[in-house]
């Protein structure tokens, strides 16, 4: 019998502890490693990392463009960061939102021998637990000895890589009847990963035939936009005109996914909100905060359909990638029924940059 985490468990852990600032050990085969979150670290916490030995910062390629730092490993740049430098600065290399006043960071030195496998997990570890994707990294030895003395979670990169790539298992947890305006015969299921991260929901109108092709929307959640109102974007509008066609025709199925800000969080949809009003559009503001242009995982809302017993759809949106997803992961899509709505006068510009530089159809 065992009581204790497995990896998919001891990632949750990982994941919580760097958002509270927390450390966590990090261990391959040829190499081991402490990192914490540049965004949630403290001065304290910075001091005893550096009694440690020599500091590394690792950021995204795309945020090291926006700093002019060498991207040697390709998709990161591991910053040699100085013995003198303070809080701020590793904060500073981290968050875009000063950079248009202290537009000169460096000069940054950076790394180009050795391995960046630590540091890559690393990152991708800091986007799963929606921070900023910015780390600070000191080698260390004896791994398992070193996190058990500091009460440290232990990750072994080489067990954790596949299941931190992998769409965590959904399990059904209820489903109730919800009367909506758009449909008195809705019903809404709740979805909750293995993984420990947000519940997705399935909205049902009606009773749709699975044997059939589904009117489906996968809808990412935006606080700003379906509860607030926000005109910053069409997210609100697509919302509700995607139900109320779904009241019409009598069924459909409307998956609302808890991948807010494409994926980056509320916090960093944010900081793009104040790098949009420096004058970036939507992404070139995710690219200035070391973000892709789009950080969502729709093979959720695939599994989602699957598990409803639905293998066909006619999908409502103006995105050709979320189809050629979908059909990629099993679900054939027999039409995509578009979804115009919502432009205005504050995100014309936004649904401009979704039609120029994400592809979509408006």
């Known amino acids: 019998?065992?009581?204790?985490?497995?990896?998919?468990?001891?990632?949750?852990?990982?994941?919580?502890?760097?958002?509270?600032?927390?450390?966590?050990?990090?261990?391959?085969?040829?190499?081991?490693?402490?990192?914490?979150?540049?965004?949630?670290?403290?001065?304290?916490?910075?001091?005893?990392?550096r009694a440690l030995g020599p500091l590394d910062l690792a950021i995204t390629a795309r945020r090291a463009e926006t700093l002019k730092a060498r991207a040697y490993d390709g998709d990161l740049a591991r910053i040699m960061v100085p013995a003198t430098a303070p809080l701020s600065w590793l904060q500073g290399i981290a968050d875009p939102s000063d950079d248009l006043n202290s537009p000169m960071k460096g000069p940054l030195n950076c790394a180009r021998d050795g391995s960046a496998e630590l540091h890559r997990f690393a990152l991708q570890l800091a986007k799963s637990a929606r921070l900023l994707p910015a780390v600070a990294v000191v080698a260390i030895d004896d791994p398992k000895t070193f996190a058990a003395a500091h009460t440290l979670t232990y990750v072994d990169t080489l067990r954790a890589a596949p299941a931190l790539k992998t769409t965590s298992q959904l399990h059904p947890v209820i489903s109730a009847g919800l009367p909506l305006a758009a449909s008195r015969a809705g019903r809404l299921h709740v979805f909750r990963p293995e993984d420990g991260g947000e519940e997705h929901y399935a909205i049902e109108i009606g009773r749709p035939a699975r044997d059939k092709p589904v009117l489906a929307r996968l809808h990412s959640a935006c606080f700003t936009g379906d509860i607030l109102g926000s005109l910053k974007c069409d997210c609100g509008p697509q919302l509700h005109a995607a139900l109320a066609q779904m009241g019409a025709e009598g069924s459909g199925i409307l998956l609302y996914l808890n991948q807010e800000g494409r994926g980056i969080g509320l916090a960093?949809?944010?900081?793009?909100?104040?790098?949009?009003?420096?004058?970036?559009?939507?992404?070139?503001?995710?690219?200035?905060?070391?973000?892709?242009?789009?950080?969502?995982?729709?093979r959720i809302g695939v599994n989602i359909l699957k598990s409803m017993g639905f293998s066909s759809a006619r999908l409502l949106t103006n995105n050709p990638k979320k189809i050629a997803m979908m059909e990629s992961n099993g679900i054939n899509v027999v039409e995509r029924?578009?979804?115009i709505v919502g432009e205005n006068a504050h995100n014309r510009a936004y649904l401009a940059t979704k039609a120029n530089k994400s592809g979509h159809l408006l």
Do not use: C, W
């Open 1 to 49: 019998m065992t009581l204790a985490p497995d990896i998919i468990e001891t990632l949750a852990r990982a994941k919580s502890d760097l958002r509270m600032g927390v450390p966590v050990v990090l261990n391959a085969q040829e190499s081991a490693a402490v990192v914490v979150s540049v965004e949630t670290m403290n001065a304290a916490r910075l001091a005893d990392l």
């Open 268 to 298: 960093n949809k944010m900081r793009a909100y104040s790098l949009q009003d420096q004058g970036f559009d939507t992404v070139e503001a995710n690219h200035r905060l070391g973000f892709e242009d789009d950080e969502r995982d729709f």
């Open 337 to 339: 029924v578009p979804l």
